[in-house]
């Protein structure tokens, strides 16, 4: 589904500052990964890179999503090819109304898959059936992208999209950050009905406790630009009981 | 003799001399010598001018050899066709009966005024407003329309015209058109007037209107015709007690075109309402300018100012917006507000806000901004699989929607939102 291999990136308007120092991951069909790290990592870069944001300059390594050059697309393209990245601060965009942005974002990626257009009924019907799941009013489907919405309320629409769009890979950019505990039972409820054998997930997240509610298969850590340690779910609990230090200070010896 | 005349006299007399050869100009035909006075006492605008530092002397300098337009597209529909208005059509500056309504609806007198003598009432009125709006600031454009016009229609409502009532622009020659239209509300009365088209590669409009007590009139102008190179278009009203007055304009420009749209209100009965507001389209060197002055001389004034502009390539949009609150207009609420977008690094917005205040108890504001599009909203457009063109273009719509929606007729809302949709289109393909 997902190969990176030895990513370095740094950033276009300072190339000093190298952020990415040999990123090394695989994500099979069906997995859920998690990525854990201190701040500064740079485990949200990784998520702007691999979603083809400006700023970032890939200077050595690859990354190949299902057969394809990821890099080599543009964010569009990645996303009609089935990536979607939940952003960890969704924009909000004064003036265009979710039900719209939504619309143009599923007939746009059908458009350049092939597929016909979702025709309005359909559309609206299968909205108005994710939205509820996640207890988005209609009048909030009406309302401009993010405006006036609450932190929860914005994590919640950027699953909605997921939900509606179905990507094949999932990138979760600290979903969690800003949310109380009910929320984030929401949000996990979310997530965890997308799982399936044909979608993966990489969930980057600062704490252990959204992996409470979404279970990884695998648990990376991240620390200075580079995954330092793999393990199964038990290396998030050990970070949520030792912190990041001691497993960071084991890794480096 | 013309080897000694400065420039600015002889851009006067050439702009004077460049009217079409007067073969009867009706009820307009009084107005010619005061306007042309008008006109040569203050001469043709110059770039040294305060009001036209941005734009230039464009207008002293048209453009040589303007293309005629095609019969075909010079008769097109009006994209007011689905409001199903009331027409009163000038083609090549002459009343066009042949493209016109039969000129009778309920509640409003019509006439055009090329043709015959003008009613009592239209005759008294032209000309008065614009000679009022000379000062502070000169429109000296406005006074050569006065020497120049050879047709126009007059508009008097006394009581709720159901219909809209469309002055349509048609033009088929690449000359210069000088339309003078005069309008006048009852008290209690409301029309909705709307005005499509260019019609002339080199064009001038003037309306003048009297807005009565408790009088409502709205305005809804395209000025989307992509054949002119020239237009000057000026609005005068007066605004008597309770009464309100709506005008929104969708201005479009390309290569070698610039548009002047002038307009001055003056708020002279209490409790009075005037809403402008503007969408402006330009791409390519096109230059398109709106400049506004509103006059509060009465109590509660509330008057509004609304102006988008969106510039691609070498564009140039200007808006310069004045409030002038006179002593004693107290409880004024003035607002204005100038946005521009700039697609390109090589396109320009210049504005000019002004508040000019003589009274201790009122509310005005103004803001003016200028940027590009946001570009996190873009990347989080595309990263949901929105192409780049038309992410841009939901963005720009959204941008303009403040200003489409000054319409209230929800109709003509839909028919100016969907016309500024194909400008959109044109400017991000």
């Known amino acids: ?253 | 003799m013309s080897e000694t005349m400065d420039p600015r006299a002889k851009a006067t007399e050439a702009l004077l001399a460049s009217g079409a050869a007067d073969a009867g100009r009706g009820g307009l035909g009084a107005l010619k010598e005061a306007a042309a006075a008008r006109f040569r006492s203050m001469g043709a605008p110059m770039a040294r001018d305060e009001y036209w530092r941005y734009l230039g002397p464009a207008f002293n300098q048209p453009k040589e050899g303007a293309e005629p337009a095609d019969a075909a597209s010079a008769t097109a529909p009006s994209p007011f066709a689905a409001a199903e208005p009331l027409v009163a059509a000038f083609l090549n500056g002459r009343f066009a009966p042949e493209h016109s309504s039969d000129l009778a609806a309920e509640g409003v007198e019509i006439a055009p005024l090329g043709a015959g003598a003008a009613p009592g009432w239209a005759a008294e009125a032209l000309g008065a407003l614009e000679a009022e709006g000379q000062s502070p600031a000169p429109r000296p454009l406005a006074a050569l329309n006065g020497a120049l016009a050879t047709d126009g229609i007059a508009l008097r409502a006394t009581g709720a015209v159901a219909r809209p009532i469309e002055i349509r622009h048609l033009g088929e020659t690449g000359g210069a058109v000088h339309l003078r239209h005069v309008i006048a509300l009852a008290p209690g009365a409301s029309m909705t007037v709307l005005e499509s088209g260019v019609g002339a590669a080199g064009f001038s409009s003037v309306m003048e209107a009297e807005i009565g007590a408790g009088a409502s009139l709205s305005h809804v102008r395209l000025q989307t015709d992509p054949r002119f190179q020239r237009a000057a278009t000026h609005l005068f009203a007066r605004l008597g007690a309770e009464s309100q007055f709506k005008s929104f304009t969708l201005s479009g420009a390309t290569a070698g075109e610039v548009a002047r749209n002038e307009a001055m209100l003056w708020l002279e009965g209490d409790d009075a309402s005037a809403h402008l507001a503007g969408a402006v389209l330009a791409r390519e060197d096109g230059k398109i300018d709106n400049t506004v002055f509103v006059t509060h001389g009465a109590l509660r004034g509330e008057s509004r100012q609304v102006f988008k502009n969106v510039l691609n390539d070498t564009a140039q949009g200007v808006f310069q917006g004045k409030i002038l609150v006179r002593e004693g207009a107290q409880q004024t609420d003035g607002y204005q507000i100038s946005q521009s977008v700039l697609l390109s690094e090589r396109a320009a917005f210049n504005a000019k806000p002004e508040l000019e205040i003589y009274a201790d108890d009122v509310k005005c504001s103004h803001g003016s901004t200028t940027g590009a599009l946001d570009e996190a909203a873009l990347f989080y457009l595309r990263s949901r699989g929105v192409a780049p063109s038309i992410a841009r273009r939901l963005l720009i719509e959204a941008f303009l929607a403040e200003a489409v929606e000054e319409i209230a007729d929800a109709a003509l809302a839909d028919i100016a939102r969907e016309e500024s949709r194909k400008l959109v289109a044109a400017l991000v393909a």
């Not at chain 1, 309005?120 to 939205?131: P, Q, Y």
């Not at chain 1, 600290?174 to 409820?189: F, H, I, P, R």
């Open chain 1, 1 to 253: 589904m997902l190969e990176i291999k030895n990513l370095h990136c740094r950033l276009e308007e300072d190339p000093e500052t190298v952020i990415l120092k040999g990123v090394d991951l695989k994500l099979e069909p069906g997995a859920v990964h998690a990525v854990m790290g201190p701040n500064g990592s740079g485990k949200s870069t990784l998520s702007y890179v691999l979603s083809g944001r400006d700023g970032y300059e890939v200077t050595d390594g690859s990354v190949s999503f299902a057969g394809e050059d990821l890099l080599e697309m543009e964010p569009d393209e990645r996303a009609a090819a089935g990536l979607f990245l939940a952003f960890q601060y969704p924009v909000e965009i004064p003036g265009v109304s979710n039900m719209t942005f939504l619309r143009e974002a599923v007939n746009s990626q059908r458009k350049a898959r092939g597929e016909p257009e979702m025709s309005a009924g359909e559309f609206l019907k299968l909205t108005r059936a994710k939205a509820a799941e996640l207890d988005i009013s209609n009048e909030m489907l009406k309302r401009s992208v993010n405006v006036g919405f609450s932190g929860g309320e914005k994590k919640r629409n950027e699953i909605l999209q997921m939900a509606v769009l179905e990507p094949k890979l999932c990138l979760l950019d600290e979903t969690d950050s800003g949310l109380d505990v009910d929320a984030m039972k929401l949000v996990a409820a979310g997530v965890n009905a997308l799982r399936g054998p044909d979608r993966s997930f990489l969930v980057i997240t600062h704490y252990q406790r959204l992996l409470d509610h979404i279970k990884p298969d695998i648990v990376h850590i991240m620390a200075d630009g580079k995954i330092v340690e793999t393990g199964g779910p038990d290396l998030a609990l050990k970070v949520e009981s030792e912190g990041y230090a001691d497993i960071l200070s084991r890794s480096a010896a």
